[in-house]
């Protein structure tokens, strides 16, 4: 007898038949790209509309910036920016809710007004309680690959799978199945420039790992040096889909992004080419 589907093929059940986009609502008043734009709820109650409108898969919320030299702000703080956006979401939503956290206290809160998925920046590692409280409300888990510091010299990728296998290890201690586990190489996090065009180019070894592998590079500072002309976050969108187009033929399954509808017609094309028909 076949074993019960996974958490995460419940809420996305065409995770593996095509590409998926999560598109990105930040509450926040200070995150790199849309600080501030949507930190009201009507605001973030039209812009998650649009995101999935668009054709997103699911709608990442978070209420604390991960930008380069962000101030961390308190958990209560953080809840109080996202708990009244996911209360009224995930009554009307089509699609699932991730909270955008590291924070137990958070996930826990978010999770009961009603997100569905936990989506860690630091791979469950800075706060492992996280891990158990995903795990008791059935929640899969995104675990990106981070650092507190940038050694250029070092082998990216191979600290990666060293900080997954930690990682994994605090899921799995929880009770979170390898099913309910998805992987994030984290390009914009903890690396040089050069490694964050490596862990691109090298993805192929994570998604060897056998999870589902989300990336997400839309309209980083990364893809900023790549322009001929000096750029603001909003006009890095050619870049950021080019980015994730290579990320899905390189094996991502989700890619998370601002700009939904650009990326959901281009990874149309991926798909019909990449993917045999069912």
Do not use: C
């Amino acid at each position: 007898m076949p074993p019960p589907p996974s958490h995460l093929q419940t809420l996305l059940p065409d995770l593996g038949q095509r590409v998926l986009v999560m598109g990105i609502l930040n509450v926040t008043p200070d995150s790199f790209s849309d600080g501030g734009r949507f930190d009201g709820l009507e605001a973030a109650r039209l812009q998650a509309d649009a995101l999935v409108a668009e054709g997103a898969a699911l709608v990442d919320i978070g209420g604390e910036s991960t930008r380069p030299g962000h101030t961390p702000i308190s958990a209560e703080e953080e809840q109080a920016r996202i708990l009244p956006v996911i209360r009224d979401l995930a009554a009307r939503l089509p699609v699932p809710i991730s909270i955008d956290t590291y924070k137990a206290a958070t996930a826990r809160v978010a999770l009961e007004a009603g997100a569905r998925l936990v989506n860690d920046v630091w791979g469950l590692q800075r706060e492992p309680e996280i891990a158990h409280v995903a795990a008791a409300h059935g929640a899969p888990v995104m675990v990106m690959h981070n650092r507190e510091t940038i050694e250029p010299e070092i082998d990216i990728v191979a600290d990666m799978l060293r900080f997954f296998e930690k990682s994994l290890a605090i899921a799995r201690k929880a009770g979170i199945r390898d099913a309910d586990i998805a992987l994030d190489p984290g390009i914009g996090f903890g690396k040089s420039w050069a490694q964050h065009l490596e862990a691109l180019r090298r993805l192929p070894e994570i998604v060897a790992l056998g999870f589902p592998v989300l990336v997400g590079v839309s309209r980083k500072s990364l893809l900023g040096r790549l322009h001929s002309t000096e750029t603001k976050p909003a006009d890095r969108l050619f870049s950021s889909v080019a980015s994730h187009v290579l990320a899905a033929t390189l094996g991502a399954a989700i890619v998370r992004v601002h700009d939904v509808g650009p990326h959901v017609d281009a990874l149309r094309v991926v798909d019909a080419v990449m993917r045999k028909p069912v």
